[in-house]
């Protein structure tokens, strides 16, 4: 259901396109690493999924598992709740493992939040967290970097900001490109293979940027 609600709500609030690397599909137990700009993404970002063919597991900030209708709807669907700084962090990659060895992809966000950036530009990803190097060298899962430029425009800044961006967004229909790159292994060492996944988001995203370009999308500073 959320890979449906996703694919039905990205066209009403922007112009979504998708692209992919010509490496062949999306097999399951994969890791989906995505950049984290805004709100709007991984509503983006599931969309664009769905238009290849996957309704990944989504690992995400269990705050949302409080929310009427949604939190029931990602217990339900087994979609993964983070509990950031506490002692049950470490169970969401558990869970993911799980996720993974049953042939699901899993969805992840490297860097573990969004930027405090009030803008609407887009700037590369921020330094990754070691959770998404952990789960990949724990499963021997491959990466598939996912990079997605403009969901800023849907909806970034202060609250304020935020409303009216998603109250605005239906008459704009702002711009919103993603792009899946070639899967890779990632390198022994958890200081090594958290950069090599952040190095293969940002082209990624670089990559996704360059679908937007001359449609009035700037490019700010993290």
Not at 155 to 183: D, E, N
Request: glycine residues 14%; proline residues 7%.
């Amino acid at each position: 259901m959320i890979s449906h609600i996703a694919a039905a709500l990205a066209p009403v609030f922007g112009r979504l396109t998708v692209s992919a690397d010509t490496s062949g599909p999306v097999v399951g137990g994969t890791i989906l690493a995505a950049n984290h700009t805004s709100l709007a993404d991984p509503v983006v970002v599931v969309a664009a999924l769905r238009r290849l063919g996957v309704e990944p597991v989504i690992m995400a900030t269990a705050g949302l598992w409080r929310i009427p209708v949604l939190g029931g709807a990602l217990a339900r669907e087994g979609h993964i709740p983070v509990h950031r700084g506490t002692s049950r962090a470490a169970g969401s990659l558990a869970d993911a493992a799980r996720a993974l060895a049953a042939g699901r992809c899993v969805l992840m966000y490297g860097e573990g939040g969004i930027p405090a950036r009030r803008d609407s530009g887009e700037a590369a990803p921020l330094p990754f967290r070691s959770g998404l190097a952990r789960l990949a060298l724990a499963t021997g899962a491959p990466v598939r970097p996912v990079g997605q430029a403009g969901a800023r425009r849907v909806t970034s800044g202060t609250t304020a900001k935020q409303l009216a961006g998603v109250l605005t967004a239906p008459v704009r229909r702002p711009r919103v490109h993603v792009h899946v790159g070639a899967p890779l292994f990632l390198p022994d060492g958890l200081p090594e293979a958290t950069a090599a996944a952040h190095g293969a988001v940002t082209s990624a995203w670089h990559t996704a940027l360059s679908g937007l370009a001359g449609v009035g999308v700037g490019v700010g500073t993290a």
